[in-house]
C-alpha cells in the first residue's frame, strides 16, 4: 500500500504571503497525485489533479507539481479563506494526513 | 447541477446494521467511480474503497476490506455503504465522492452522513 506523508503538520503563514505544502510518496505514483482543501465544517474541494491541473474553478495562484514521489502544493499571495487543512491523494485512493495552514 | 446527494444522520448501538446512501444526479452516473471516505472527529481523510456503477467493479482499501460492504443501483442512480455489525469505532462522518481520474481525484462530494454507534 502506498503512504502519503505530508508536511509540514501545520503551516503558519499571513495573508498575502506564499504557501508551499510538501506531499512524498512510499513509491512512485508518476503524477497521479490530487490535493484537496478542507475548510471545518465542509466538505473537501479538489484543488488539483494529475499534480498539476487545476480544477473548474480554481484560482491560478493555486498550483501544484511534482512527480515521482515528490510533489508541492503552492497557494500564492494568501486570502483569509486559504486558511484551512490540506490533503494529498494518489492514484490507488489513500490520503496525506494533511497539512493545516493556520494564520501567524 | 451535478451533485451527490447523501442520506441523514444516524444513531445506532453496537451490533446493529447500516446502510447509507449516496444519490447522484445531473451526470450520467455509470460513467465515473464513486468513492467512500471516512473521517472521525479532528481526524485526517481515510479512503475506504469505490465502486464502478457501469458494472459494480468495487475495490477496498485493506483498512475496510472486511469491515463494510460498498454496492450500487445503478437503476436509481444511488451507491450504498453497508455494515452488518457496527462497532464504536464506526462513529463518525462518512462522505461518498465522485472519482474524476477514476479511484482518485475527487471532483465532486456528497454533504457527508454522520454515523454515531453508542451504547
Known amino acids: 500500500e502506498i503512504v502519503l506523508t505530508q508536511s509540514p503538520v501545520t503551516l503558519s503563514l499571513s495573508p498575502g504571503e506564499r504557501a508551499t505544502l510538501s506531499c512524498r510518496a512510499s513509491q512512485s505514483v508518476g503524477s497521479h497525485l490530487a490535493w484537496y482543501q478542507q475548510r471545518p465544517g465542509q466538505a473537501p474541494r479538489l484543488l488539483i489533479y494529475d499534480s498539476s491541473i487545476r480544477a473548474t474553478g480554481i484560482p491560478a495562484r493555486v498550483s501544484g507539481s511534482g512527480s515521482g514521489t515528490d510533489f508541492t502544493l503552492t497557494i500564492s499571495n494568501l486570502e483569509p479563506d486559504d486558511f484551512a487543512v490540506y490533503y494529498c491523494q494518489q492514484l490507488t485512493g489513500s490520503f496525506g494526513q494533511g497539512t493545516k495552514l493556520e494564520i501567524k | 447541477d451535478v451533485q451527490l446527494v447523501q442520506s441523514g444522520v444516524e444513531v445506532k448501538k453496537p451490533g446493529e446494521s447500516l446502510r447509507i446512501s449516496c444519490k447522484g444526479s445531473g451526470y450520467t452516473f455509470i460513467d465515473y467511480w464513486i468513492g467512500w471516505v471516512r473521517q472521525k472527529p479532528g481526524k485526517g481523510l481515510e479512503w475506504m474503497g469505490i465502486i464502478y456503477p457501469g458494472d459494480a467493479d468495487t475495490r477496498y482499501s485493506p483498512s475496510f476490506q472486511s469491515q463494510v460492504a460498498i454496492s450500487v443501483d445503478k437503476s436509481i442512480a444511488t451507491a450504498y455503504l453497508h455494515w452488518s455489525s457496527l462497532k464504536a469505532s464506526d462513529t463518525a462522518m462518512y462522505y461518498c465522492?465522485?472519482?474524476?481520474?477514476?479511484?482518485?481525484?475527487?471532483?465532486?462530494w456528497g454533504q457527508g452522513t454522520v454515523v454515531t454507534v453508542s451504547s
Open positions: 465522492a465522485r472519482g474524476l481520474r477514476s479511484w482518485y481525484g475527487f471532483d465532486i
